[in-house]
């Protein structure tokens, strides 16, 4: 599974983005898909995780409410809609895959995307 992010950029506080990662190889449908950040000098976390069937859905903390993870098997594509946009968002933000529910564990995670930088101005 090869995976691809794109839709990040520089926002200001209180702003939107939606992220998108596109999948192809075998096909990700039977994959959960997740959300990561990183931050510099901050381990990697997890930011939001779907399952294979799109019925589960997991959210750290601090996006509650803000962020909502989404999957389209037919596009093959994972989104991240991000409102509401802190400084404390920024991050390189990657997509990965994974067999399981909804891991929350980086290392469970087979495939990564290369990251897509994302920078919220206060």
């Known amino acids: 599974v090869q995976l691809v992010e794109s839709g990040g950029g520089l926002v200001q506080a209180g702003g939107s983005l939606r992220l998108s990662c596109a999948a192809s190889g075998r096909t990700s449908s039977s994959y959960a898909m997740g959300w990561f950040r990183q931050a510099p000098g901050k381990e990697r976390e997890v930011v939001a995780v779907?399952?294979?069937?799109?019925?589960?859905?997991y959210y750290t903390d601090s996006v509650k409410g803000r962020f909502t993870i989404s999957r389209d098997d037919a596009k093959n594509t994972v989104y991240l809609q991000m409102n509401s946009l802190k400084p404390e968002d920024t991050a390189v933000y990657y997509c990965?895959?994974?067999?399981?529910?909804?891991?929350?564990?980086?290392?469970?995670?087979?495939?990564w995307g290369q990251g897509t930088q994302v920078t919220v101005s206060s």
């Open positions: 779907i399952s294979w069937s799109g019925g589960r859905t």
């Open positions: 990965a895959a994974a067999r399981g529910k909804v891991p929350q564990i980086p290392s469970r995670y087979d495939y």
